[in-house]
């Protein structure tokens, strides 16, 4: 890139000046978004299913070996933020009848959040899921954000003081968190 004088320079000045407004934009199309203060790098992208899904992890993790995992799904057939938290938690408890989940609603019907803490029979490493569901402006349908941790309860000093430590700190950072809308329309 070359820099100038007159009209180059303030159109280098207006596109800077744009970028910066446009920061949280910009860091998803750069392919990373930040949550509960760590830095997610985009590991999966498939914008062609019927969930279009973007999937993000923390350097150095991959998608294959990833222990904390940030993604944003589309849902456009669906249109109840609780319905869609509730068939979530119907769904783990089939694949589990052993886990437990809470879920919580907004009263204007606009949001639901679901988390669960889940297991594969055979398996030693647990998963936590936070799940947040939103009508988006400018988007059919819903954007689900979601929060997996996954962990060995054996890598715990005190696995249910630490869990249950965690569990309200990644549902308190999902509540907080603006992770963008990448399937605007």
Not at 6 to 18: F, I, M, P
Not at 154 to 176: G, H, I, S, Y
């Amino acid at each position: 890139m070359s820099s100038g004088t007159g009209s180059g320079a303030r159109l280098a000045a207006v596109a800077l000046l744009a970028s910066l407004a446009l920061l949280p934009v910009i860091a998803l199309a750069q392919g990373a978004v930040t949550f509960d203060g760590e830095r997610y790098d985009k590991a999966f992208e498939n914008r062609k299913g019927r969930v279009p899904v973007i999937e993000y992890v923390r350097p150095p993790e991959r998608i294959e070996n990833w222990t904390r995992l940030v993604a944003i799904r589309h849902f456009p057939q669906l249109s109840d933020p609780k319905a869609a938290a509730t068939d979530l938690a119907r769904t783990v408890r089939q694949h589990n009848p052993q886990a437990r989940f809470d879920l919580i609603a907004k009263d204007d019907g606009t949001e639901a959040m679901v988390d669960f803490i889940t297991w594969a029979p055979g398996d030693e490493r647990m998963e936590f899921n936070v799940h947040r569901y939103r009508k988006v402006p400018g988007t059919s349908g819903l954007v689900a954000y979601q929060f997996a941790w996954r962990f060995r309860s054996a890598e715990l000093a005190d696995p249910t003081a630490q869990v249950r430590e965690n569990r309200k700190r990644f549902r308190d950072a999902m509540v907080q968190a603006d992770l963008g809308n990448p399937f605007v329309r």
